[in-house]
Nanobody, 125 residues
Framework: QVQLLDAGGGVAQAGDSLRLSCTISGRTFDDLAVAWFRQTPGKEREFIAALWWNGGATLYADSVKGRFFISRDTSSSAVNLQIDVLRPDDAAVYYC??????????????????WGQGTRVTVSS
């Protein structure tokens, strides 16, 4: 089993930066991938970014490239999501997820078995 604890959400102003963290505990796998998704009311969870735990390769949704940055901290077993230049439409509940997706499906929600509880980001303009 893999346990995820996501944190770092809160209220921020448009234009600010925010860093979310996902702390991983329990069993890990050589082919583990960790991703961030976000969800707003009435919409499906949207893929944001993913990272392969071994090797650190990353993938981003086109809509967030250049403002969102995913990284790993092996010393603390965490995957962080840095959000720069926050916009009102970044407001959502952000979830980290872990799983063993095939490479071509790393952005697909159903490929992820383990989920954090979500952390809410509110953006004031």
């Amino acid at each position: 089993q893999v346990q995820l604890l996501d944190a770092g959400g809160g209220v921020a102003q448009a234009g600010d930066s925010l860093r979310l963290s996902c702390t991983i505990s329990g069993r890990t796998f050589d082919d583990l991938a960790v991703a961030w998704f976000r969800q707003t009311p009435g919409k499906e969870r949207e893929f944001i970014a993913a990272l392969w735990w071994n090797g650190g390769a990353t993938l981003y949704a086109d809509s967030v490239k250049g403002r969102f940055f995913i990284s790993r901290d092996t010393s603390s077993s965490a995957v962080n999501l840095q959000i720069d230049v926050l916009r009102p439409d970044d407001a959502a509940v952000y979830y980290c997820a872990a799983g063993r997706p095939i490479a071509s499906s790393i952005a697909t929600m159903r490929e992820y078995t383990y989920w954090g509880q979500g952390t809410r980001v509110t953006v004031s303009s």
